[in-house]
């Protein structure tokens, strides 16, 4: 039920919102996505990643470097900037995950900032602290792909794009693959005396969410025609992190529930100096409170509303 409500909402999102609160739909939804690889990797194995903007941010510069200096049109150049960042997220789930607890999310941290700074000082490719205009050619799905710049244009794709993931991550989730990870999650060491791996499914994993990342990157590209270094910086990855506690790591729906609350609430208490202090408090509030997040709140409300339903039918 609650899966057909939110797939509803989403339908008709561009026939009833104005302007500039389905634009903000749209980075939230953008957000969302990344929101959702950060919390799926802490649900589904325990892990914490500080760094996962890394792959959103590389993503988004890839595309810019294959369409600005290689001269790519739109398609194969999103597609080749997905798999740039997916082999990031690979190489590096390889080499830091022998790491686990705090030193994992300090590596990621790292590995993100080191990134960033390696872009920054490439000014000839990526126009340093500037950022990167990217002017799109060709044509993605039989448009000019500067028309997604419009959130008109953009949401139906960026929709689909979040219900496939969302869809993918509930599947993997229920999958052997997905019990394995939990699995891991609650006792890896009694994972390892039964013979199962341990090693490569949770870099399969990291790489799994580092895809999902990339994805959102390549969305926000697109979108925005612009790509820049604060989409590589820490703070990127703390936003990802704050949706996905504000909507709930515990569901799937969750984390791009909460980026698209985040951001709303963020474009209303803009003029507030004290915002960032406001976000902090209702962070505060939800962890304490509700640790299952916005999710869990909905989730209770629609059970309770099921029982009460059906209580009236028996009656």
């Known amino acids: 039920m609650i899966w057909a409500l939110i797939a509803f909402v989403g339908v008709w999102a561009p026939y009833v919102l104005p302007l500039y609160p ?9 957000l969302g996505l990344l929101g959702l690889s950060v919390g799926w990797l802490r649900r589904q194995t325990g892990m914490l990643s500080f760094g996962h ?4 941010g590389f993503t988004g510069y890839a595309v810019g470097v294959l369409v600005v200096h290689v001269g790519l049109t739109t398609t194969p150049a999103l ?15 390889l080499l830091i995950m022998r790491a686990g607890g705090v030193a994992f999310s300090m590596l990621t941290l790292a590995t993100g900032m080191l990134i960033w700074v390696a872009v920054t000082q490439k000014r000839s490719i990526t126009n340093g602290f500037d950022g990167l205009p990217v002017n799109f050619t060709g044509a993605l799905l039989g448009r000019d792909p500067n028309d997604f710049t419009n959130p008109v244009v953009a949401w139906p794709l960026i929709w689909v794009v979040l219900m496939v993931a969302v869809a993918a991550f509930w599947l993997i989730s229920r999958s052997v693959f997905g019990r394995h990870l939990a699995a891991l999650r609650e006792n890896e060491e009694r994972t390892r005396f039964t013979g199962r791996r341990t090693y490569l499914p949770k870099v399969l994993a990291f790489t799994l969410t580092g895809l999902l990342g990339s994805i959102a990157g390549a ?3 697109l979108n ?3 790509i820049s270094p604060e989409s590589l910086f820490w703070s990127m990855s703390g936003q990802a992190l704050i949706v996905a506690v504000i909507g709930g790591v515990g569901s799937v729906w ?3 529930a909460g980026a698209i609350a985040y951001v709303f609430l ?6 507030s100096p004290y915002y960032q202090l406001i976000i902090g408090l209702i ?14 709140l909905v989730t209770r409300a629609f059970r309770a509303l099921a029982r009460r339903t059906k209580g009236r039918s028996h009656a």
Not at 22 to 30: E, I
Not at 266 to 271: T, V
Not at 283 to 296: F, H, R
């Open 79 to 93: 597609l080749l900037g997905i798999a740039a960042g997916t082999v990031l997220a690979l190489v590096v789930g």
């Open 53 to 56: 903007a890394m792959f959103y």
């Open 22 to 30: 389905l634009q903000l739909a749209v980075q939230g939804v953008t």
């Open 224 to 226: 925005i025609g612009y």
């Open 283 to 296: 962070l505060m509030v939800v962890v304490v409170a509700t640790p299952g997040g916005g999710a869990e």
């Open 219 to 221: 969305v926000a590209v």
């Open 254 to 256: 969750g984390p791009p």
């Open 266 to 271: 963020q474009a209303w208490l803009s003029d």
